[in-house]
Nanobody
Framework: QVQLAESGGGSVRTGESLRLSCSAS????????MGWHRQAPGKARELVAS???????IYGDSVKGRFTISGDLAKNMVYLQMNNLKPEDTAVYYC?????????????????WGRGTQVTVSS
């Protein structure tokens, strides 16, 4: 059983920054991909960024150049540095992880999910 715990959400103004953290705990096989997804009201959940144990990263088009994912998968930790935040970044941000080492943008390919943390950006 894996528990993913997110922290670092909050309310900020346009142009400000936030840093999200996620840690995995429990008894489980190695996690080889960890990432962040987000879901805004009335919209589908979408990939924000993911990082694989080998280092490769994937970013959603809307956050490229503004968000940076980092982490230590050996320690089951992943972070998301969000800079130059915009109102359209407002969403619940979910940490997710999968055992397979193959990076993916598909939500259904992730094995474990956190409960989410709210990020609100006002203009």
């Amino acid at each position: 059983q894996v528990q993913l715990a997110e922290s670092g959400g909050g309310s900020v103004r346009t142009g400000e920054s936030l840093r999200l953290s996620c840690s995995a705990s429990g008894s489980f096989s190695p996690l080889n991909v960890m990432g962040w997804h987000r879901q805004a009201p009335g919209k589908a959940r979408e990939l924000v960024a993911s990082i694989s144990s080998g280092g490769p990263t994937i970013y959603g088009d809307s956050v490229k150049g503004r968000f940076t994912i980092s982490g230590d998968l050996a320690k089951n930790m992943v972070y998301l540095q969000m800079n130059n935040l915009k109102p359209e970044d407002t969403a619940v941000y979910y940490c997710a992880a999968r055992r397979s080492p193959v990076a993916t943008t598909r939500r259904d390919d992730y094995d474990y999910w956190g409960r989410g943390t709210q990020v609100t950006v006002s203009s």
